[in-house]
């Protein structure tokens, strides 16, 4: 109700309503905002609790209940659990939700980390852990610091199809040798691209005001650049070709890695490497490569040597950027 005051001649509004009709809408108004703060909060319980269920199905036994009922179970376990704690820290989960938005926004709008690559980075790492025996591993690395990280995986764009065509060209040097090693095709024809980018690459510095990430179809053109665009250029390659590569952040320094299989299989690839792809590169030297925590053998192709397994520039590892 809105009246005029004798005294000072300002209209003035006052609220006629009864007490409870307040408390009625105070009430409604309350509950339409923990409506939105839970519909949000379900939203994020599933975009969490999907990578949760891939770790928790492979690494939980399997009991074998009809129609998978145990798996259930335990995808309701996760989301409820998820629910629960999130509405508990709402205030917080909500405000880090808001600035997320905000600067996946300029992202977006700058061209630089935006949804797109956030849908991308999710989308990848899910299939990624459904293909991956270690789904926790993936998880993990994807939360490690890692410099330049989305701009390197930007860089990498293995489905342009000019990479895709440079990779299969540069596959073919070893096609002799693929009939008698057939379950080893991928690794042979990834060496046969490290052999045609390393013995070609010439370096090439960054301009001297700021760090430079070349993408994978620019370096293609000159076979030219630093270490970090050699490093994108074969780890793009590897990948199109169906490789698994990774990249090593050393002291000053960047290198790629090619997954060559399992212990079993290092005493075939050595042999293979040093008596049939690179016997001449390779004579009277060893390979040098790593080995993970889950026995995964993985082979230097950084360009200190001509051939697979050259020596490492520095043995520190500072940061591991896994690529499938």
């Excluded at 508990?88 to 905000?102: D, E, H, P, T």
């Excluded at 960054?206 to 074969?234: N, Q, T, W």
């Excluded at 780890?235 to 320094?253: F, W």
Aim: charged share 25%; glycine share 4%; hydrophobic share 40%.
């Amino acid at each position: 109700m809105k009246f005029v005051c004798p005294t000072c001649k300002e209209e003035l509004e006052f609220d006629d309503r009864s007490e409870n009709e307040k408390k009625t809408t105070v009430i409604k108004n309350t509950k339409e905002e923990t409506s939105l703060a839970d519909t949000v909060i379900n939203y994020m319980s599933w975009f969490v609790a999907f990578p949760i269920f891939i770790i928790a199905h492979k690494l939980l036994p399997n009991p074998d209940w009809i129609f998978n009922l145990d798996r259930f179970l335990i995808g309701i376990i996760i989301i409820m659990g998820l629910r629960l704690i999130l509405k508990k820290f709402r205030v917080g989960v909500i405000g880090a939700l808001i600035i997320s938005l905000i600067w996946l926004s300029y992202g977006s709008l700058a061209g630089e980390y935006g949804f797109i690559s956030v849908y991308r980075d999710y989308k990848e790492m899910v299939l990624t852990m459904i293909k991956n025996p270690h789904p926790e591993r993936i998880v993990l690395e994807t939360l490690k610091p890692f410099p330049n990280k989305s701009v390197i995986k930007k860089a990498i764009d293995f489905e342009n199809p000019l990479v895709r065509n440079f990779a299969v060209a540069s596959s073919k040097n070893f096609k002799e040798v693929v009939g008698d090693y057939k379950e080893h095709r991928t690794i042979i024809q990834c060496f046969s691209v490290f052999k045609k980018i390393n013995s070609n690459w010439e370096y090439v510095s960054d301009p001297v005001s700021r760090e430079y990430f070349a993408k994978a179809s620019e370096s293609m053109e000159h076979l030219s650049g630093d270490c970090d665009d050699y490093s994108i250029l074969m780890a793009a390659c590897i990948k199109s070709i169906g490789g698994t590569s990774r990249l090593i952040h050393t002291n000053g320094h960047l290198y790629p890695e090619l997954l060559i299989g399992s212990k079993k299989d290092l005493k075939k690839i050595i042999r293979l490497v040093k008596q049939k792809l690179f016997s001449d590169e390779s004579y009277n030297k060893r390979l040098i490569y790593h080995i993970d925590d889950y026995d995964q053998v993985w082979l230097n192709l950084d360009y200190t040597e001509k051939y697979p397994g050259g020596p490492f520039m520095s043995e520190t590892i500072l940061g591991v950027l896994m690529l499938d």
